[in-house]
């Protein structure tokens, strides 16, 4: 607890806050609370990690940092880890493409679903994921197994089903992360910036 104590008021001492404040008044408002918590060296950096994380999956998927962490809290509160929001958005976007990767052509398997490729594309993430959910949960088992291996591959099928029977905590989990999405749009790339300072 000492060592602690030391370390987190040589940072209020040692100008690391004024510094940050170059960074925007919302992060340093945040650092100083995590401060005042005494949990700087834990919770700020695992704060600092997973903003840079969402940065780097924002700029590998195109999809906002609100959107992807709205889809983590909706795979989470299914059941499915944070981390299987990349892997699925990345099939997800192949095969809005009009190819698998088994190099199958998917138009075919939307149309039998019910489901518009075009409004897809147009659709923000989550919106695209939930509508793909909700037309899985409407099959048998057979053709949702099949449908969900053609879109999302054989390594994410069994997630995407998974999420198909756990529509309601699906959207809870994403409404339930809405403020935190809106927090992390905001200041994303600067703790990006902030990652790759400290690295440094």
Do not use: C
């Amino acid at each position: 607890m000492g060592n602690r104590l030391e370390f987190t008021l040589g940072l209020m001492t040692g100008g690391f806050l004024s510094k940050i404040g170059e960074a925007g008044a919302s992060v340093k408002s945040f650092v100083g609370s995590m401060v005042s918590l005494g949990a700087i060296t834990d919770g700020v950096m695992h704060a600092i990690e997973n903003a840079t994380a969402l940065e780097h999956l924002h700029k590998r998927t195109g999809e906002s940092v609100a959107s992807l962490v709205k889809l983590q809290g909706g795979f989470k509160a299914a059941g499915l880890s944070a981390e299987d929001v990349g892997p699925a958005l990345f099939y997800l976007s192949k095969s809005l493409g009009g190819v698998n990767e088994f190099g199958e052509g998917t138009a075919a398997t939307f149309n039998r679903m019910g489901l518009s490729m075009a409004k897809l594309k147009a659709m923000g993430a989550p919106q695209a994921m939930a509508a793909i959910l909700g037309s899985l949960k409407a099959m048998n088992q057979s053709d949702a197994t099949k449908a969900a291996s053609v879109i999302f591959g054989r390594g994410e099928a069994g997630n995407m089903l998974q999420l198909a029977r756990s529509t309601g905590e699906f959207a809870e989990g994403m409404a339930k992360a809405a403020s935190k999405a809106n927090l992390l749009q905001q200041n994303a790339a600067v703790f990006a910036r902030l990652n790759r300072t400290m690295g440094e």
